[in-house]
């Protein structure tokens, strides 16, 4: 069994409708190896000279030397769009340019990460505290959905929120400075996977508990499952103007225990609601190891789970009138209340679907089936008309249920396993499609290319295994176009093989043409973790300090730190046995240059870098004691720590600063007591 | 012969004179002297502005950098000069008022200072500038590499890896500009006035 060499750059038709899957696959396999003839003929076509000569030395074909073309980034160049990944596992947030797929950071999150000194400074410390639960230090996170905040429906690159679906915990990130600012613990779910997903004006920030818990985090039996257990999603309140969550004025509306998944927010005409998928409305409980059916087949019997339709405003407004109940000290408007006062309703959905994706004039949602071939389009309108007219149809939990056919606009038959919708400026959407490891193009009501509305337009094979897709700001009320990136699980034979852990593969896709084409243009691995979704922001919306605005800046709460060392005033001073350091680091030196204290002193390090040049960055690292700062141009630092062990230190600068950085160093000495 | 001049003859050198001092004292808020350092990791270079009571720009790095060689911080530079210049560039520009009305013979020679104003700048700085080169630090951490020297007042120079150009700026050109008027204001005194080197004041008076 060969691959094709080059199956991202082979275009395929689209597939007609439903012929038996095996004939599919059997002409699938054909269509993959008749392009490879024809595709690689003119190696090198259509250039002269040298550039000729190395298209055929290299063996590219004329796709590949596009590809190339339309991807390289010559240096000076900047990236005309940046993509903010997931770090999956890695706890992290990945930036990334587009075109050129360079990764350009990798954001401390919800795991120390030493460059940044994320995790090791007394500020970013106290922030990973805030979101580890009673008396566990959490040192990781599973990072899932990035969202940028937003103003009227638009990505305005102020902030990025990303959740941990592991620990049901929320996290800030200032896109001033690209750190992390805050990490909220969900005092009332124990993991999430249907956030973060913002509202239009970034109100309030949107996680879905995935696996249902029993209410309060108590213990209760699992076969009390339908009667103790429950689903949650919960509205974080963001304040733009303090730039954090606002615990306080956050709440969550309780859910049946159907293991709610992903989630969108309404824009324009849908503004005010929100919208989660289901994929256990069975209520499996497992027990593989009883004799029961599994998970994955106890939650898969339902032809039709349950569209989650939430009124977000009338939800607020009612927790706003006292009808919350607070469990673990956090508001949380009951089933019963959410189901009596419209809050809360359901339409039925094939078949545990995954992605709910809202398009970008509002109007409709796209359920991508996982389990069902089909994209199947809700009509929001419909959707309010249905409430209106009432139904008398609920769920065992008194939760009213609309009619598939009042509320459905159409199905979209795009293929197996569809997961994840995105659009463009052209009038489609993007569905991911994981059994076929293939993107596919489909039309909205008018696109650009004249299709039928409703119907799908092209199929672009990816390697391997796609989960979500990103387009160049494919959720907003105004997508880009131009670009597709599938982040895909398996990249099988795609990179040299580095052993049994294989990177991920995200894969870039040219989607500026309407209909059939979308040519693959470049393959990024990403060997830290699996990203899973990302949003793809224009560069230019982006506005990020060069340097901290002023000297002594202390990041966390982005003003100068009146305790701040300043240059003439390093000093140290003790107080009992507390010894307070004042220390400013320049190229290249720290001052002061010794440290003396005595074993048990507790020791705070205020370092200051009082450098103004863009990119003179200092670390500050004192071995032994592990610890790392990373001292950015203006940026004060604070450290605290015990010297419980007598000996002599050296502290030393680890980023390399200047000609004379291994002499910016010092010694800290500890006598014996 | 014994005409007496007209008044519009002597209004002309006046006004001259005025917006001289006009621009003279305006030259004060503008910066006299520019320098440009380039090198490749600083790609949009860095660059002081000097004042003639001030240095503005990317003091801070420069002062960085040059603490590798042993140069002294730039604040060091011409204090007592940028302590004065307000003031003195002030009086200057009331003197040339002054000249005006002034009715002696040898009034003209209250111009004087103006007149030479930019060469004198030009001057002053670049004693400061072989000064400061030629006294660095024998201590500085790249004192084998880099040698004593004399940066370049105006034009292109190369000190270690940096180009460094200096070039005049916009106070200095008014300042210039200033002592041209004077020039042409004492010459058309001096035409209208027959090679008599008088203030219109003194000539109206005779008159």
């Known amino acids: ?54 298209a055929e030395a290299r063996g590219l074909a004329t796709e590949d030397v596009l590809a190339a073309l339309k991807t390289y980034v010559p240096s000076g160049q900047l990236d005309d769009y940046v993509m903010f990944s997931s770090g999956g596992q890695s706890g992290q947030v990945l930036v990334t340019g587009l075109p050129s797929m360079r990764l350009l950071k990798v954001i401390g999150v919800f795991t120390p990460e030493p460059w940044q000194g994320w995790g090791y400074s007394s500020g970013s410390k106290e922030i990973l505290a805030a979101g580890s639960g009673d008396g566990v230090q959490l040192t990781w996170g599973d990072t899932h959905h990035p969202a940028i905040s937003e103003t009227a429906g638009d990505y305005d690159g102020q902030f990025l929120f990303v959740n941990d679906k592991a620990n049901a915990r929320v996290a800030v990130i200032d896109l001033r400075d690209f750190e992390t600012k805050q990490i909220v613990k969900n005092p009332v779910a124990n993991n999430d996977h249907g956030g973060a997903y913002v509202t239009p004006d970034t109100e309030w920030v949107i996680e879905g508990a995935q696996y249902s818990v029993p209410l309060g985090g108590d213990y209760a039996s699992i076969d009390e499952y339908t009667e103790k257990y429950r689903g949650m999603v919960t509205f974080w309140k963001f304040d733009r103007e303090a730039g954090r969550i606002d615990p306080a004025a956050s709440f969550a509306l309780e859910l049946p225990p159907y293991w709610q998944d992903i989630a969108d927010a309404g824009k324009l005409s849908s503004d005010g609601w929100v919208f989660l998928n289901s994929i256990n409305t069975e209520n499996a409980t497992g027990g593989i190891e009883m ?26 407004g009612l927790v706003a ?35 709910v994706d809202v398009t970008p004039d509002g109007n409709f949602i796209a359920v991508a089936g996982k389990l069902s071939p089909y994209v199947t389009i809700y009509s929001f309108a419909k959707i309010q008309e249905a409430i209106a007219k009432g139904t008398t149809e609920t769920d065992a939990y008194g939760v009213p249920v609309l009619a598939f056919d009042d509320v459905v606009e159409a199905q979209v038959e795009v293929g197996l396993g569809p997961l994840h919708t995105q659009f463009d400026d052209k009038g489609y959407g993007y569905t991911s499609l994981f059994l076929e490891s293939a993107v ?27 989960g979500h897709i990103a387009t160049a700001e494919g959720d907003t009320v105004s997508p880009d176009g131009n670009y597709l990136v599938a982040l895909n699980k398996w990249s099988v034979d795609r990179f040299v093989n580095v052993g049994p852990l294989l990177p991920q593969n995200l894969q870039l896709i040219d989607i500026s043409q309407p209909g059939e084409t979308m040519p693959g243009l470049y393959d990024m691995p990403i060997g830290v973790a699996e990203p899973h979704y990302a949003q793809i922001i224009k560069a230019d919306k982006l506005n990020a300090w060069e340097v901290y605005p002023e000297t002594g800046w202390d990041s966390r709460i982005q003003a100068v730190d009146p305790n701040a060392a300043m240059p003439g005033e390093e000093r140290v001073e003790r107080d009992g046995d507390s010894v307070h350091v004042w220390m400013t680091a320049a190229r290249s ?85 | 012969m014994n005409q007496p001049p007209r008044l519009s003859h002597h209004l002309v050198p006046a006004g001259l004179l005025a917006l001289a001092a006009a621009l003279l004292f305006t030259s004060i808020f503008l910066p006299y002297w520019r320098l440009t350092l380039l090198a490749p990791q600083y790609p949009r270079g860095l660059s002081v502005q000097t004042y003639v009571n001030r240095i503005e720009g990317d ?28 003031y003195a ?27 030479l104003l930019p060469a004198v700048f030009l001057l002053d700085l670049y004693l400061w500038l072989r000064h400061f080169g030629l006294h660095l630090d024998p201590t500085a951490p790249l004192s084998s590499s880099v040698k004593p020297f004399v940066p370049a007042v105006l034009g292109r120079s190369k000190i270690a890896q940096f180009e460094t150009v200096a070039a005049v700026d916009s106070g200095f050109y008014l300042a210039l500009v200033a002592a041209a008027l004077v020039l042409v204001a004492l010459l058309l005194y001096r035409l209208v006035y027959r090679r008599r080197w008088v203030t219109p ?4 008076r005779r008159a």
Not at chain 1, 293 to 316: C, M, R
Not at chain 1, 322 to 337: C, D, H, K, S, Y
Not at chain 1, 440 to 466: C, F, H, I, M
Not at chain 2, 59 to 86: C, F, K, T, W
Request: net charge negative; proline share 8%; charged share 15%.
């Open chain 1, 440 to 466: 596919t193009r489909w039309s909205l009501t008018d696109p650009a290319g004249g299709e039928a509305p409703w119907s799908l337009v092209a199929k672009q094979p990816v390697n391997y295994n796609p």
């Open chain 2, 89 to 115: 560039i002030t009086a200057l520009a009331l003197i040339v008022v002054a000249a005006i009305f002034v009715n002696v013979r040898w009034s003209w020679l209250l111009t004087l200072p103006t007149l």
């Open chain 2, 201 to 204: 004041c003194a000539a109206t």
């Open chain 1, 589 to 673: 030196r720290f001052n002061p240059e010794r440290i003396e204290i005595k074993k048990g002193d507790r020791v705070t390090l205020h370092v200051t870098n009082i450098e103004r040049a863009r990119d003179a960055i200092h670390g500050f690292a004192i071995p032994d004691y592990n610890i790392n700062v990373s001292l950015e141009p203006g940026e004060a630092e604070t450290i605290e720590f015990t010297a419980d062990r007598e000996g002599v230190f050296t502290y030393y600068c680890s980023e390399f600063c200047s000609a004379l950085h291994l002499e910016m160093a010092g010694y800290l000495m500890v006598s014996p007591n």
């Open chain 1, 291 to 316: 004799g029961h059916a599994p998970f994955e087949l106890g939650a898969s019997q339902n032809e039709f789970d349950y569209l989650h339709i939430v009124n977000l405003e009338k939800a607020a």
């Open chain 2, 59 to 86: 003091v801070q790095e420069i002062d960085g950098l040059n603490h590798y060689i042993g140069m002294r911080p730039l604040e060091q530079a011409a204090q007592l000069e940028r302590a004065v210049s307000v």
């Open chain 1, 1 to 54: 069994m060969t691959h094709p060499p080059r199956p991202l750059h082979d275009q395929q038709d689209a597939a007609s409708p439903t012929p038996p899957k095996v004939v599919i696959l059997f002409v699938t396999l054909l269509l993959s190896l008749f392009p490879l003839a024809a595709a690689q003929a003119p190696a090198g076509a259509g250039l002269s000279g040298e550039a000729a000569s190395v």
């Open chain 1, 321 to 355: 009138s006292g009808r919350a109940e607070t469990i673990n000290g956090f508001q949380v408007l009951p089933l019963e209340v959410a189901a009596a006062e419209g809050v809360l309703f359901f339409a039925p959905e094939p078949k545990s679907p995954h992605g």
